[in-house]
């Protein structure tokens, strides 16, 4: 299946792009957001960031048939900061953070993302890393799977999960992703079992702890607006609750007046915030894009401006 990129319109007219300007993709993935973004700068620069290699090759080729004023860094976007001052990059226009896993990594059956699919436990962004899901759910107790499947998976039947993960394991190693949904399936109730596919939040919630997906990103961001240059935005795409709650609470942090002054009639330029919020609540995908993609439903979008 073709990629489709979420939120594209929405995003691409938030950043508000200068057609010299200097724009970091965090998350290049197959190329929807980048390609937009480098058609509207001619005499700029795009910096886009990706772990996977394929991804990587394929947005490569999508790249350079529109320009060849774009780097391409194999990174996680952990090192966005120190992979932008190698390349002498202290201030930028525009940042954008899409947080979801691409169609392309979820219909490659063998990447282990999805749990419509067999495949061998997987879930890596980064196909050179050593840590994988078949870790997560062969080598963590009890307690650790049912924390994370909590805490990333907001699932109520944790615990009941990761004890028949475990009792299963003592005679059998898990190691696809089908004989993981059946010991989820059969860990939930009949009625969870008919609403929805009840290895949803499981698999989410492994993704996540393999990729580091969460302790990244609070650091990310907050490396991202210290990069804005002032009229500079930064865009990001969440796709749960937990990633959504962290963009929300950073972006009210740095954007509200101080409260020692709110209210006064005059404040001083300095207790002013040196960011405001573009949107004030979270921008979601319009009905047209729901019914052509699916897997937008879940998608927010939030935007920042650096104003001083």
Do not use: W
């Amino acid at each position: 299946m073709k990629h489709i990129s979420v939120l594209l319109e929405e995003s691409i007219n938030g950043l508000n792009i200068k057609e010299n300007g200097t724009y970091v993709d965090c998350t290049l993935g197959y190329g929807g957001h980048s390609s937009e973004i480098l058609k509207r700068i001619k005499k700029g620069r795009l910096f886009a960031f990706d772990q996977d290699r394929e991804a990587i090759d394929s947005s490569q080729k999508r790249l350079k048939e529109i320009g060849s004023n774009f780097t391409i860094i194999k990174s996680n976007f952990k090192y966005l900061k120190d992979e932008l001052a190698k390349r002498n990059i202290e201030k930028v226009d525009g940042i954008l953070f899409d947080l979801g896993v691409s169609s392309a990594q979820l219909d490659d059956s063998y990447r282990g993302f999805s749990y419509h699919q067999d495949a061998k436990l997987d879930m890596r962004m980064d196909l050179d890393s050593n840590f994988s899901a078949y870790n997560v759910v062969n080598e963590y107790s009890a307690d650790e799977l049912s924390n994370i499947f909590f805490k990333y998976g907001e699932e109520k039947f944790a615990k009941n999960i990761a004890k028949n993960i475990v009792k299963k394991r003592q005679t059998k190693k898990i190691e696809t992703t089908l004989e993981l949904v059946e010991i989820i399936r059969n860990s939930v109730p009949e009625k969870v079992r008919r609403e929805k596919h009840p290895a949803r939040k499981i698999f989410q919630a492994i993704r996540i702890e393999v990729n580091h997906e969460l302790d990244i990103l609070e650091d990310s961001i907050r490396d991202a607006l210290s990069l804005l240059d002032v009229q500079g935005r930064i865009c990001v795409i969440t796709f749960h609750s937990l990633e959504d709650r962290i963009v929300k609470n950073i972006f009210k942090e740095v954007s509200n007046i101080d409260k020692m002054v709110k209210g006064l009639p005059n404040i001083p330029d300095s207790y002013l915030p040196d960011y405001k919020l573009v949107v004030n609540k979270a921008i979601v995908a319009s009905k047209e894009e729901l019914e052509q993609n699916n897997r937008s439903r879940s998608a927010k979008l939030r935007i920042l401006e650096r104003i001083k």
